[in-house]
């Protein structure tokens, strides 16, 4: 069981460059959600999709771009890279219709912004 | 606001000793609470989660937590702990009238045990 995948794992980045974080599921989860997670300050989340089609902003969307491609799928893109976008990034998904469901993680980005 | 807050950044413990994490949260109804565990390098894995019912919930790995209502808590613990356990532990809170299923998450407290 898969569960949820996010590639790369780790990356290094130039101030001003562009890349995109990719993240699929394979539990049939209609949410999914990016967090960054930066020591002392748990995980914040950036955007989520409540369903297939849709996407909203969470407490820290500044500077970020997300797609939700199809139902498995949920990139996160950052356009213009910046040396405080130096996190970890982790991919969330859940069931949607039910709000007491958990959320299941993938194993994180780790991204340095030079 | 609505708000999670675990006031332990550190704790060491001894190996066999017991454990026992605190998270608060700010909210004027009975929220969604959820334990998760974060191993060096991994992702977020569930150790409990509370809905409703009977206040005191067990989990896997034998770490069990208990809501209390009136101090608007959800305390994590662990009668004896193994070198395992050694990780970091965030507390996160599920609001009902949350859109899109959304968690807040506490700090989270880091865990040391000592052989």
């Known amino acids: 069981n898969a569960g949820v995948t996010q590639t790369p794992k780790f990356q290094v980045l130039k101030t001003g460059q562009s890349m995109t974080l990719q993240c699929a599921q394979d539990m049939n989860h209609n949410s999914m959600y990016w967090y960054r997670q930066d020591p002392g300050m748990g995980l914040r989340l950036i955007y989520y999709s409540a369903s297939e089609g849709t996407t909203d902003k969470g407490e820290v969307p500044n500077g970020y771009n997300v797609s939700r491609l199809n139902k498995r799928e949920f990139s996160l893109r950052l356009e213009s890279a910046a040396p405080s976008q130096t996190s970890v990034y982790f991919c969330?998904?859940?069931?949607?219709?039910?709000?007491?469901?958990?959320?299941?993680f993938g194993d994180g980005t780790r991204l340095s912004i030079l | 606001a609505q708000s999670v807050t675990q006031p332990d950044i550190h704790i060491t413990v001894s190996e066999g000793a017991s454990l026992e994490l605190r998270c608060n949260y700010s909210?004027?109804?009975?929220?969604?609470l959820f334990w998760y565990v974060q191993s060096p390098g991994q992702g977020l894995q569930l150790l409990l989660k509370?809905?409703?019912?009977?206040?005191l919930v067990q989990g896997i790995k034998g770490f069990e937590a208990e809501f209390k209502r009136s101090q608007s808590s959800f305390n994590l613990r662990k009668p004896s702990v193994h070198w395992s356990d050694a990780a970091e532990y965030f507390c996160a809170v599920g609001f009902p009238k949350a859109a899109g299923n959304k968690l807040t998450f506490g700090g989270g407290t880091r865990v040391l045990v000592k052989p």
């Open positions: 969330a998904s859940s069931q949607r219709d039910s709000r007491d469901q958990p959320q299941h």
């Open positions: 909210y004027g109804a009975t929220p969604y």
């Open positions: 509370y809905f409703s019912g009977d206040t």
